[in-house]
């Protein structure tokens, strides 16, 4: 089987993706349309400053609903009338730093919204779900290990509490609803670092570096030494498209555990400091960087994710190596910042990234 035809399902499929408006939700949103996917879009109005959304002109490719996943009755209204064959749920509060000026919303959105999602798959009875939360569901130790998916999950910050709390809950609807039903399928999918051109959040080290070089003023960095498995934004999101195959075509053993990680080789797993350095690199620039430790804001200094499940089980593998994600990230912004066309080159490096 040739490795990019798990693809070839999503054509004339309708595919409702949740946080469409958002980062990831973007890239998957554009990649889908791409496939000749019909796309449905939930998510919250972009941010005044989040740009990827509107420059890959989503609004004309998709059918966009603006509403928040919080709203229980406006989702399964949205997923009743709609009829979607696969539904991939990213939406999310999705900055650690957020999660402590705002615990609540953190909960409110990465726990109840979550759960809003389950249970409108349910009501509906969708036919397969991929249900994406994040590597910082894991109870992380500050050990050296790769954390597997059977491993402990919880979280000293609201953050990753919540990321816990919503793959708890998957497993509890997938125990009572889904394990046993022949009509549903349904999978959870756990990415570590995401970068790529286009995310624009604030407190977010990537889109803050390209900020400062934009505009020629000091990075600030929190944690420089802080450990990460780092991965370009394409990596996970085809992991997401190989898992949504497999549950489309009924191919995933229900007696398995229904939850996979996709992060990249163990080798692109460095320090900030160092993935900072290496953008500077690509770049040809020299460094301008000021650290502040912060006394309130706790993050794991640690993290890494063990891949074989998904190598094993789904045939899944990252395809590049850390400078090649870097090189993307970087060619992308400056595409951007020089206002070239950046709905072509998303596309090339689409095409690219398939290629390997």
């Known amino acids: 089987m040739k490795k990019n035809s798990f693809l070839k399902i999503y054509k004339n499929k309708k595919v409702l993706v949740t946080g469409s408006t958002g980062f990831k939700g973007s890239w998957l949103t554009f ?12 998510g919250l109005k972009p941010e005044k400053d989040f740009k990827l959304y509107d420059e890959l002109k989503l609004k004309n490719k998709i059918k966009q609903y603006i509403l928040n996943i919080e709203n229980y009755e406006k989702l399964n209204a949205v997923i009743k009338k709609e009829k979607p064959d696969i539904i991939f749920h990213l939406a999310a509060q999705s900055i650690v730093s957020s999660s402590f000026k705002f615990p609540l919303k953190t909960i409110f959105t990465n726990v109840l919204g979550s759960s809003n999602v389950l249970e409108a798959v349910r009501n509906n009875q969708v036919k397969a779900l991929v249900f994406i939360t994040s590597d910082k569901c894991y109870l992380n130790n500050e050990k050296k290990k790769n954390y597997k998916e059977n491993d402990r999950l919880g979280g000293f910050d609201n953050y990753s509490a919540s990321k816990a709390s919503a ?3 998957f497993h509890s609807y997938f125990q009572s609803f889904f394990k046993n039903s022949k009509k549903i399928y349904v999978g959870s999918a756990r990415a570590g670092n995401v970068i790529g051109g286009g995310d624009f959040k604030k407190n977010r080290i990537i889109p803050d570096f390209f900020k400062a070089v934009a505009k020629n003023k ?3 960095l929190r944690n420089p030494k802080s450990t990460r498995p780092w991965q ?6 085809s992991g997401y498209l190989k898992l949504g195959d497999l549950l489309l075509r009924k191919k995933i053993n229900k007696k398995k555990y229904p939850s996979w990680n996709f992060g990249p080789n163990p080798i692109n797993c460095k320090q900030v400091i160092k993935i900072i350095s290496m953008f500077y690199d690509s770049m040809l620039l020299k460094p301008k960087i000021k650290i502040i430790k912060s006394k309130t804001l706790k993050e794991s200094g640690l993290l890494s994710l063990n891949i074989s499940k998904a190598k094993k ?7 590049l190596t850390l400078q090649e994600s870097i090189d993307f990230t970087a060619d992308w912004y400056q595409k951007f910042y020089l206002s070239e066309n950046v709905e072509d080159f998303t596309t090339k ?3 690219l990234y398939l290629k390997n």
């Open 218 to 220: 000091v990075l600030t």
């Open 31 to 42: 990649w889908l349309h791409k496939l000749g996917a019909k796309v449905v879009g939930v």
């Open 313 to 319: 089980e789904l045939d899944w593998e990252p395809r």
């Open 349 to 351: 490096q689409i095409k």
């Open 232 to 237: 370009h934004v394409l990596e996970p999101l």
């Open 167 to 169: 793959e708890i809950l």
